[in-house]
């Protein structure tokens, strides 16, 4: 591949022996620090997983159903589409806010919309207001959600860096559990709070980095290429090396930045969008980005993540007790597959998890879809029973490669200077598929049943 250097997230052989052994996460006071700041980072992605377990678990309450007039079919899909459509608006100005701001200026303007659109959501009085501030929430979102994951992979300690980049995309399901959680919790709560309370809650990681982002450090690559190459290296020092500017490390590091984001001021000048697809290299880059971005969303996921009521009606299974327990016990499996995979990335490789998680995805989305037509067919519990063994196993095996590595992975293999632009398409790519998903979903399952699944299935097997 081509286009210049890529800061690896993977890999730290090639500086093994410029890391202090003694330096460890649980022993050295400001890696403890910094990576104290990169989890402030990391929950991003879990207020992205809150929105979406939340309008699952919505979906069961009587209260929100209610209040809002039962919607069905395009409506529905609208009320959980519009959140990425918001993005979708945010994309073309997100790259350049991060670049020409900063990573931590670019996360505040996105966490204090999402506060903002919170607050409207949870006061909503029409289905108009609570669609306005889904709306915002995507759209502050995409700042915040541009940002964080770089500059996760651009102040991590070289050791810890591949995991933790994998872990941002993982920490989903932490957002998803509370929200699961919230709406088991709440659905007994005979008023509109049933519903609102979950919608108040999802405010919280925006309002802990709205009060603490000015207090992470910024990157270093953004302050070198901002031609602050003096705090550029004290930050380095500071967190990398007990505040050593002469240590071999950060040497090493200030040194491979300067020269990586040279490279790409010389030889790779052109750094717009065209500069995407100009070289070989990049092309590569973005077919790869896009086909992941792809199929992360339409390999059978989307069905159980935005429509899981419906899914069980399909089945049988209509009490919603049941409903929002099975959600919350799905978000706790789906956390430990992703968290174990992310800290696996390093030692079992990249392609060999993809490869595996395809494989699982299409037989389990397979037989859940064989055991839902038997279910349809015959009303045998055995096989709704099946479908939800089924979905539990078809979450593990998307887990274990989708969750940890398809943000991990998309940076890595970026240079510098078309990163935030790089990163753009992907997550422009996610929200498209999204918001076909969101939107096409609820209709088809209302006239086709289990037969969609047939569509979600196929999938798989052109990803593998």
Known sequence: MGGGPVATTGNTTAIDHLIDPRRKWYNNRRIITLNAWIVLLLITSSTNGYDGSMMNGLQSLAQWEDYFHNPTGGKLGLLNAIQNIGS??????????????????????????????????????????????????????????NAAPMLVTEISYPTYRAPLTSTYNSLWYSGSIIAAWTTFGTFKIGSTWAWRIPSAIQALPSVLQVCLVWFCPESPRYLISKGKEAAALKT?????????????????????????????????????????????????????????????????????????????????????????????????????WALSAAFLVDRIGRRILFMSSVLGMLVFFTLQTV????????????????????????????????????????????????RAKGFTVYNF????????????????????????YVCPASIPSFAN
């Not at 899981?308 to 299974?317: A, E, M, R, Y």
């Not at 096989?383 to 969750?403: E, K, N």
């Not at 790519?429 to 969609?452: C, E, M, R």
């Open 88 to 145: 979708l608006a945010a994309y073309p100005m997100a790259p350049y806010l991060s670049d020409g701001l900063g990573r931590r200026p670019a996360i505040f303007i996105g966490a204090l919309i999402m506060c903002c659109a919170t607050v409207i959501q949870t006061a909503s009085q029409s289905v108009g207001m609570f669609i306005g501030a889904r709306f915002l929430i995507g759209f502050g979102l995409t700042f915040a959600a």
């Open 236 to 336: 380095l020092a500071y967190y990398h090396a007990d505040g050593d500017e002469q240590d071999r490390l950060v040497r090493y590091e200030f040194e491979e930045i300067k020269a990586a984001i040279e490279f790409d001021r010389t030889v790779a000048a052109n750094v717009g969008w065209k500069s995407l697809f100009t070289t070989p290299g990049n092309r590569k880059r973005m077919r790869i980005i896009i086909a992941l971005a792809f199929f992360s969303q339409w390999s059978g996921n989307g069905l159980v993540s935005y429509y899981l009521n419906k899914v069980f009606d399909t089945i049988g299974i209509t009490d919603p007790t049941v409903q929002l327990l099975i959600n919350g016990i799905l978000q706790i499996w789906n956390l430990f």
């Open 371 to 418: 055991c839902s037509a038997l279910f349809a067919q015959r009303g045998s519990d055995q096989a709704a029973h099946a479908v939800i063994a089924f979905i539990f196993l078809f979450y593990a095996a998307y887990d274990i490669a989708f969750s940890p590595l398809i943000v991990s992975y998309t940076v890595e293999i970026l240079p510098y200077q078309l």
């Open 429 to 452: 790519t996610i929200s498209v598929a999204l918001i076909f998903n969101q939107y096409v979903n609820p209709i088809a399952l209302d006239h086709l049943g289990w037969k969609y």
